[in-house]
């Protein structure tokens, strides 16, 4: 309003009389229009009065009484104007100026809102001729009155043009700034300036004439308030009106203004200037925004700013405006930094504005323009803040606080508008904080606030705050119009807005689970929203919600009534996923069934019947009811019509609508719909039919969408019906033909595709995929690097397809070959038929791969495996073309490569060679994931305040699935962990790892329980198949806190089994059952809750329960044979006995027939270790059982196999190698045995039956005969006797099956070869019984039958009588007879045994050939041996030497995998772990990796080459050197049976006159022997020895802490401990020998050992070729042969087992005869021979010294030179070299032993100084009085040696790891010389502690056995060591002894340590030229010992010690 009315005393006096009478009359002029503006009450002046409504109702325009009023109203109006105008002009006659200010004033005021609306033009007449007035009498000091008016009557005068240039969209005035692209364009940037631009607009003359006139009074009004005159200033406000209006008829006059900004207004005003500048550059760029005129010339946006930061402002209102513009022009520049700057600026100015609209009432601005300001100030910088943020949340918190403070703002302007415009910003900017429940749950506030103003603006009238700003929204152009513009929707789009706002809201009440805050802001919402369709989604929210709380909802679904039947069904079904009661949820199921009445809604209708009984199916209802649904949705699939739905899908139905729907609701993230806390009941099913109307042929079919329900459909029933019905195989095959037929109607129509492309490649055959899809496709080809995103062009021709392309495979073999062509891909990609695989026709691709996973999940169980490749194939092509998900395509990938691996088929498959590629993990995949990582990371460190949690919850609605699994979206750690467990099958363990570590950490960073408790569980299992067993334990743990479903538990606790038992600790069985308790407890707990589950939780439940048993059986298995068993261990296994049989019961009721047949064969093998330690009767008894048990595990298993064989293609020539067949054919095996182990028992007692009758004589056999009692029938001997008739049959029948069908098996073939030929060797004793005894024992029998002969012709004399001369003619007749029968049954058994022979030579050829298992190899010879007996003794030892090379392997496998457990040391530990995993599941590993494996073990280490038969066997006897002599011996794995062979030159010729044998033949066999041995008595005598070596230890570790305290040692006390000690343990030495004597004697009875008595050859050298002093002397100097030994003695090899390895076998009485010179062990014939073989460099002796001379640690001083004298010694025949000058050594490397004052490093020295001159100069090693060496340069030492010498306390393996002796290459080494096993309390008390930290299996691969055979395996030719703990003492003079033979002697390394057995050191005489007494050579007490060193008659050693050191390996080597 404008105050401004002039009281009477301000009038002038001039004429004060002559114009009262004017006065008055203008006064009453004046005082006239008030009143009847009150008569005006309800309506304002010169507005047309609206008509009335009443009751809604309107009255017509043409209602008489309407029209009079009317009238009568705008008659007031024109009246009160009139009046106005006549007190003007009264005024203006009379000169009184106030009077005419004062009408002016009335005339502003009561029009003023016409002014607003921009309706000047009509009041143009009006206020010009108050212009004009007040022009002539002036203003009376009112300047702003009359600028106003100026700006008005301006307004008024260009309106009509304006309007037109400025364009229909600008609406009112100027308020709208036009589009923002158009502002882009016209705005000038910061720091460019705008060049004008003259757009022509054709304007009469009129209108010429009117713009002048307006340009003319806006320049009187900016002289008027430039503010030159005193006390007339006008405020810039007004002054900013008449600028905008002089700018914009300038513009329509298309005159430009200049850069200056210059108006020529004559003011000298500085201030006001600068404000007019700025104000007329913002004008300027507000008129640029209408590209039809005139284009103004501009500065740059940077330069206003600067100005307008230059500028005093004198009103912060019109500066707040002023910013606000610019940043709006900044904002559409996209100049951020200028908008925060002028944002930032108007923000400041909030508190002034209000001050001074509160100070000064404006008529120019109101609080609601100001507050309009600040909101879109507020919201530029916002947005501006976003686009800084860059992702930042701290920053974009902000960002989004200042859009909230711009919706404050527009709610207290009361502008809805300007706050939808504002809240659609904010919403546009949060949508990416909405991921998350936390982030979600910050924006809670901030949007019910936002809300609240959306609905507090929205009751108030939108134009209300534009009325209050008077003149001032008209007069100058909006400072919202722009932002309000870009972003103004419609209402339509507005109330979406704001449901989708309620949306967000709800969906935060429901990640905290407050249902019912949900439910009220729900009903607060629907209050607030106005009665329109968006109220739809909230009464769907509440609906929902309610059923969450269990309220009624069926009032609420009224609400849907109009929607269709569709989405009622729709949402009766979203109902059911919501609500937490069962009750409920089946009504709603049952609703939004039964709503679906109408033909196009078939296919929801099945849709919902498949989920319905799915989900009656886990909520335990009977399974008839959720049966009958799936039978109803079966019957609804095949009897639909579809015709008439393409129709309505090609036009578009309301389904397709209700899909979008329910996709965009799902992307919102509505609540959890699982069924939790359900209570079972039982309901009988009022929805469904009773059967199945037959429907049409599956061929008929062709849709492929109905195929993939009816694939479902038949899954389900197959899942829920009982596996051993019938119905459950059928419903399966039901379902794969199903997908057959999906591959026949896809492939048809992609040839149809692919030929319509070929004729027409420029037109596509289909329409492309949508917009989803076809950003997928983008992404993936932007991936892969190409150009291109549409298909290949029209330029680029096909490829040629090939014919087979569209052939179907159609047998196991094509599919394994299949890989779908490129081209059908692409067809399946592009086409949208409903005949083809695509995204339209499978629109649910995870869901048809879930149940395509659990239908192949299925058929394997079955063991249907070849009827999985179609369905994998299948599974593919929709993961990689439809879902475009290249990991899980290569999931499945590797699935058919696994498949193809079990079918004997991984070379077939395409995907073979690409096997590594598809471990990997892909890198798109992985950024993706890290990425996700990244910023999960950052928000809970942001957020980890809020609440105190991280941001890991979720919520998801959960599709209720059999599996317990979601049918959404597949993550990517899943997959992962899927391809893992693959690779853990397949024994891929590094890309198993990779994944594994990559999936837990994204599972565990995301929150992912499931996965990472899957991960967890992986790792353990990866742990334990690399032997890293606590590791497992630990990772286990972990898991078992995670939890997880059935499955889970289950391999849970297979992982917790395999963990505990391989550890082999204490309370095994304890252990076992106590874990298998936990895990079948788990499972029963689910098995209460989930009753339609109780089949497959009970085959867990018993798996687990046999795999108990199993481990308990294993662990009550004696180790050793011979050891009994405990009554502990017979009850477990009796009890173990009881589970398998419940168990194999509960398999077969269930239908697991595979896992049936495998508890047989378990309960069978434990009855068999029963029967081993069980009396007799016992014995049949548990035999006969496991027999039956055997013949039922192959029955079963053969139902199983032809079960799967009927499913094979017809046209199938070959059976498929299915896993069940070779599963068989191992049972099969398994049978064949037991007959055969049954068998030979049979014949056993048969042989010994028929040995004693034929001892007997013929009286007595009738005798015996006569009082021989039958058998009872049911008695166990009598099926014993039946049963033994038969076994033989059925041992053949089964073995020639196993033969028959194993063709493409070696090892099988091999197998079923070696028992067929001892089938047929038993047979042969069945045939004759004492035919096998004369292969042995011939003599003896003969023997036993001569002495017996003399009884019956006794018997006869007697008997003569009557009847003598009757029986004399009938005794021929009856001899001759038995006579012939005899023969005939001789003939028969050779003939068998022969067959046998031939038959074994098969199995180990092929053995031997293949390099099997050595059990197969040792098996068939063992039979071999009793084949051929001692008639042939080549042959029987060959194969016997074969045996016991069989017998090493596998003892040197079992050590060396022992040691090598702990995969992390080195890569052959790795590679050894990897290939005993493989061997024992090769069912589903390729055979090339089993073989790449191999070649790696062969091309990294030697060591693998000894676990392996050489090929060439059977000849290697020919290969060793002559002069040897063999004694093998060697037991039967049950060390029943003890053979014995020896081995010696054949001797062709003699030489005369008493020398030596020469050389004339090879190696042979000259005897073998075989004796009964009792394997207790073998046990017995091993513990005996093994107590005497710790009894050993303890007197050597009692003596050396007597001499390790002064005052004792020499004591008489300590002389008489010593002696009795020494005593105790000779005599218990001796007993140990006499009892190994009386062990031996009967083998080594057998033998002639003739040859060792004969003294051949001498050690000693013979006095007349000694040299003389001088002589040896001038020898030495010249290099000639010193110390060469005379010719050798008799070798003898000990080629023994690995017990009697443990013995003292050189005391034998035999190995003491004079002619021996050596006596040395080896572990196996092959060994030895490997020994010899190896061929070493021979190098230069410059070469040997240049390596000898390399520097190292301890090595003697050489720092002079060194005149070294060579070794030219003669090497006697059949002998290898020892270079001595690369001998390396470790002396005592902890400096702990001492001994007679000196330490051993001292005598050490000593001993190399006196053999420096020739033997030691180059040595090197490390002393201990000097440096530990580590474990490093131990390596280092021991690789780069021809002979390494140890010397020092304790083990020498506890110095190097076994697992890194067994890793190194050590064939350089000839030669390992260890003295170890010596104690004292400092050396015990530092090994005691690192022995602590080993376990039982470790420390055994210490003993000294188990040292030799791994420096043996690691390529050592011979080692010498200590059987037992020595004393310091024996150990320093052995050590002497041995270094004097050795290096001055020059005896061979058997020699050596036979002579040290003996007691004999060999030696020339000593005369060295070296100053210095006996002390220096440091051996005075092997001196003194000796006595004579040329004594012919060596001395005989008895003692314990002379038989500590023995050689292993080759007796021949000596030091060169």
Known sequence: MVTGVHRQGDCPRVRRRTCSVCWLKSASSMLRPPYTSSALRGVQLNTPAAPPEERGLRLPEDNTQWAVYRDWIQDLSAYATSNFLRGAELGAEIREAWVVVNAAVYLWNYNSHLVAVGEQRRLLPTFQRAVELLRQTGHAGEPVLLVMLCDAVAQGLIQPWFVSAAGPGTGQGREDSGSRGELRKKVAGKGAERTGSIHSLPLDHAALQDMRKALELCDYALHLSNGNVPGESVPIAARKQV????????????????????????????????????????????????????????????????????????????????????????????????????????????????????????????????????????????????????????????????????????????????????????????????????????????????????????????????????????????????????????????????????????????????????????????????????????????????????????????????????????????????????????????????????????????????????????????????????????????????DQEESNEKTGSKGSKLKELERRENSQGDESGEGTGLIPVKVQSHVGVQGVVSGPCISDLREVRRLDSLVRAHTLLAVMGDRASPQHQHNLLRAYSLVLQIWQVSMATACEVIKEMMKNPLVPTSRPCPSATAKKDKDKEKDKGKKSKEPPPAEEKPKARRPQDDVLPSSPEEWAQYDCPEDVRQAFRYDTSPHCINRHSLSKQTQSLFFLDLLVKELQSLCLTHLTLPILHL??????????????????????????????????????????????????????????????????????????????????????????????????????????????????????????????????????????????????????????????????????????????????????????????????????????????????????????????????????????????????????????????????LM???????????????????????????????????????????????????????????????????????????????????????RRLLRVRLALAELSLTMLEQVCAEENRLALAQDRKASVERTVEEFVRITPDPGSVEQEWIATGRTLGQVALSQLATVNFLSLDCVETRASSLSLMGKCLRLLAMQRDPLYPFTLWDGHNLEEDRSESKASPEAEEEELTGENGLESSRTEPRQYAAKCAELQRRRRSARQLLAQASETLAQAISLSLQHKLPSSILSEACLNMLECHGQFDPCATGQYLALLQSCSCTAMMTDILRSACTDTRVSQLSALLNLHSNLLPSQVETPTSLLKGVEDSLNGLSKTYSHLTINPSHLSLLGELPSNLKILLLQHTQDRSTLYGAFYERSKLTES?????????????CTRVAKVAVQPRALLDLRDRTQAFKRETKHNFLKEAHWLGNVGRAGSERHVHLKSNSEEKLESHFKAIVQEMEDYMCPILSQFDFSCFGHQTASISIPECIRPKDKEEKAGLDKGLAVGSPAELGEYVVLLADWMLMELPLEALAILQEEGLSSVSRDFSLQLLHTRLQREEPVESDNKKETKGGKGAKGKVDQSKAIKMVPVNRVLPPNTLPVDTHNIKYIIDPYNEEEYEGSSLTERMKRTLEAYSQQFTPLWEGFWGSECTPSLAELEQLLTNCSAFIFHGMERFLANIPPSKLAALNLSECQMAVLFDLVQNSASMLRQSKLDVQKSDGHLALERPLETALLLTLSGVRCVLLNQWHSSPQMNINNMDSVMENLLRVGLTSGQTVHALRKGEVQSTEKDINTAGSDDSIGHEDSVNRDGNAHDAQPRLATSSSAFNCVIYGLPNLVIT
């Not at 929902?544 to 109009?562: C, H, N, P, T, Y």
């Not at 093998?1165 to 029963?1170: D, G």
């Not at 055997?1190 to 070959?1214: G, K």
């Not at 005369?1552 to 090879?1562: D, E, I």
């Open 875 to 1132: 599974a593919e092509v929709i993961a990689h073309d439809l879902l475009d998900r290249r990991s899980l395509s290569d999931l499945y990938r590797l699935r058919i490569v696994r498949s193809c691996s079990q079918l004997d088929m991984e070379t077939s498959t395409v995907y073979h060679e690409k096997l590594l590629s598809l471990t990997g993990i892909h890198e798109q995949e992985q950024m993706e994931c890290r990425k996700a990582i990244a910023l999960q990371r950052e928000r809970n460190r942001l957020y980890m305040g809020y609440n105190g949690k991280t941001d890991n919850e979720k919520s998801k609605v959960d599709h209720i699935c059999l599996s317990g699994k979601q049918c959404g979206d597949l993550l990517s750690q899943n997959i992962w962990l899927d391809k893992a467990e693959i690779c853990l099958g397949m024994g891929l363990y590094q890309p198993a790892r990779q994944l594994l570590a990559e999936a837990h950490l994204v599972a565990k960073e995301l929150g992912d329980q499931a996965a990472a408790g899957r991960s967890l569980l992986s790792l353990a299992i990866l742990a334990n198949k690399e032997q890293n067993h606590s590791q497992a334990l630990a990772l286990l743990e972990k898991a078992q806190d995670m939890g997880g479903d059935e499955d889970f538990w289950y391999k849970l606790t297979l992982a917790l089994l395999t963990a505990t038992v391989t550890q082999r600790g204490q309370d095994i069985d304890t252990k076992t059952y106590q874990i298998v308790k936990q895990g079948c407890g788990a499972l029963k707990s689910m098995l209460e809750k989930r009753h339609n589950r109780a089949p497959a939780l009970r085959f867990l439940i018993t798996s687990l329960e046999s795999r108990g048993a199993v481990e308990c059986l294993h662990a009550a298995s004696p180790v050793e044979p011979g050891e009994a068993l405990s009554t502990q261990s017979v009850q477990n």
């Open 1135 to 1221: 009890a173990a006995c009881d589970t398998l049989r419940e168990s194999t019961s509960e398999f077969l009721r269930m239908g697991h027939r595979e896992q049936a047949a495998e508890a047989l064969l378990e309960h069978a093998q434990a009855l068999r270790i029963l029967a081993k330690h069980t009396g007799d009767e016992g014995k049949l008894r548990h035999l006969l059982d496991a027999y039956s048990f055997m013949q039922q595990a192959v029955s079963v298993q053969e139902h199983v196999v032809l079960n799967a064989q009927s499913l094979f293609p017809s046209q199938e020539c070959q059976p498929l190698s299915l896993p069940a067949t």
């Open 1552 to 1564: 005369q006159r008493g020398k030596a044998m020469q050389v004339s033949g090879m190696l042979v």
């Open 243 to 642: 600028i905008s209006t002089w700018v914009w008829t300038k513009r329509l006059l298309q005159q430009q203004i200049g850069q200056k900004l210059d108006i020529d207004d004559e003011c000298k005003n500085e201030a006001v200037s600068a404000m007019t500048r700025v104000l007329v550059g913002v004008e300027m760029l507000l008129c640029n925004s209408h590209p039809r005129q005139i284009e103004f010339s501009v500065p740059s946006l940077s330069t206003l700013v600067r100005m307008a930061s230059d500028c005093k402002w004198s009103d912060p209102v019109v500066e707040l405006q002023v910013w606000t513009h610019l940043a709006c022009f900044s904002h559409h520049a996209q100049d951020h930094n200028l908008v925060m700057t002028c944002s930032h600026n108007a923000l400041q100015l909030e508190a002034a504005a209000a001050q001074r609209l509160t100070v000064m009432a404006s008529a120019l601005y109101s609080q609601s323009a100001v507050q309009e300001m600040l909101s879109n100030a507020a919201c530029l910088r916002g947005l501006s803040m976003v686009h800084k943020s860059n992702g930042h949340p701290h920053s974009y918190r902000e960002a989004l606080q200042m859009l909230q403070s711009s919706v404050s703002y527009a709610e207290q302007a009361g502008n809805s508008v300007l706050c939808m415009a504002t809240a659609r910003h904010y919403w546009n900017n949060c949508l990416p904080l909405t991921e998350t429940s936390l982030e979600r749950q910050q924006l809670r506030q901030p949007l019910e606030k936002i809300l609240k103003a959306l609905v507090h603006t929205s009751k108030k009238d939108p134009t209300q705050g534009k009325e209050k700003g008077g003149a001032t929204l008209t007069g100058m152009p909006s400072v919202t119009s722009s932002l309000e513009a870009s972003s103004m929707g419609s209402p339509e789009d507005d109330l979406t807005l704001r449901a989708a706002m309620y949306g967000l809201l709800f969906h935060i009440h429901a990640d905290s689970s407050d249902w019912t805050g949900a439910l009220t802001l729900l009903e607060q919402a629907i209050r607030d929203m106005p009665r329109t369709r968006h109220r739809l989604l909230l009464f769907k929210h509440r609906v929902l919600v309610k059923a969450r709380l269990g309220e009624s909802v069926v009032i609420d679904m009224q609400k849907f009534r109009d929607e269709g039947e569709l989405y009622c069904s729709h949402m009766w079904h979203r109902v059911a996923l919501c609500s937490g009661e069962m009750l409920q949820q089946l009504a709603c199921y049952q609703n939004a069934i039964t709503s679906l009445l109408s033909v196009k809604s078939q296919w929801q209708k099945a849709d919902f019947l498949l989920e319905f009984g799915e989900w009656l199916y886990c909520q335990n209802f009977p399974l008839s009811d959720a049966q009958h649904q799936i039978q109803w949705a079966i019957d609804i699939l095949l009897h639909m019509i579809t």
